[in-house]
């Protein structure tokens, strides 16, 4: 048995994607975003290695709601209660390996830690949108950037789209990094279903998803994309409350410059469509 868990633990560490997965929760802790057991993490595998392909299934789990489009893929999911911090250390613990069933209707537990994340239903229908919407898109890195969530509490930015375009004007390479802007999602109860439906409609629009009042979630190629994603939008934010802290309502980059730029690198349709009047 202790064999067969040390084999399990070397084959899931040689996976390229468990690698990305400790990088990423190391600058996870680091940047102070996911705090405690805060944040969770998610990469989908279309294919995996023989040694963990063959494992012994554990008993099937219902989802809260099908996913078909996810049917016989596999998800490297951290767990519930984990520490960032403790899995780049550790992935083996904090990090497991689960395979949907082909209708979509549950999940098991292939190797790892069994419990995953609370907000397995946020990812498992943000999953099942991206293999829809842009299957490149394999990860999804969920945190709490406390700039971003700051600026959730103002009235001013009670319209999304207003809060979009305020901050990504703060800065052109977060406004050329993200044409598509980003939505906001009014407060949910964190983990439910609602939040993961809501997030996964989201998603089919634009790659970034700001929870009110909780966090955000970025979607990318891979776990290194998303929170660069993510890198880029906190730094509008962190521009944002230093000049608001210093008494000036910034009015960002005028109009016509953000258009120029976007224009010039062939993204203006894809702020025009979103942006507000
Ligand atoms: O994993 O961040 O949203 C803890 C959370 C829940
Ligand atoms: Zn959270």
Request: proline share 7%.
């Amino acid at each position: 048995m202790a064999d067969v868990a040390r084999m399990t633990d070397t084959a899931l560490y040689a996976l390229p994607e468990t690698a990305e997965c400790q990088r990423v929760a190391h600058w996870l802790a680091l940047h102070g975003w996911s705090e405690g057991s805060g944040g969770n993490f998610s990469v989908r595998l279309d294919a995996l290695p023989a040694t963990l392909a063959s494992l012994n299934e554990g008993e099937p789990r219902p989802v809260p709601m099908a996913v078909p489009a996810l049917g016989r893929r596999h998800l490297l999911v951290s767990g519930t209660g984990t520490r960032a911090r403790d899995i780049a250390e550790a992935p083996h613990e904090g990090l497991g390996l689960f395979r949907i069933a082909p209708d979509g209707g549950s999940y098991t537990f292939l190797a790892g830690n069994d419990r995953p994340t609370s907000e397995m239903p946020s990812h498992l229908a943000i999953h099942a949108a991206l293999v829809e919407t842009r299957p490149e898109h394999r990860a999804i890195v969920h945190t709490h950037p406390p700039r971003l969530i700051a600026a959730t509490h103002l009235s001013e930015f009670e319209d999304g789209g207003r809060m979009a375009d305020v901050l990504l004007r703060m800065q052109s390479e977060a406004l050329l990094h993200l044409p598509d802007g980003f939505a906001v999602l009014p407060y949910h109860l964190p983990g439910s279903l609602e939040l993961g439906i809501a997030s996964a409609a989201a998603v089919r629009r634009c790659e970034v998803v700001v929870w009110r009042y909780h966090g955000a979630l970025a979607t990318g190629r891979s776990l290194d994309a998303a929170l660069d994603t993510l890198e880029y939008l906190d730094k509008t934010a962190e521009i944002y409350w230093i000049l608001r802290s210093a008494g000036i309502t910034p009015e960002g980059i005028p109009a016509a410059a953000a258009e120029q730029a976007l224009r010039a690198f062939g993204r203006w349709d894809r702020y025009a469509r979103w942006r507000p009047e």
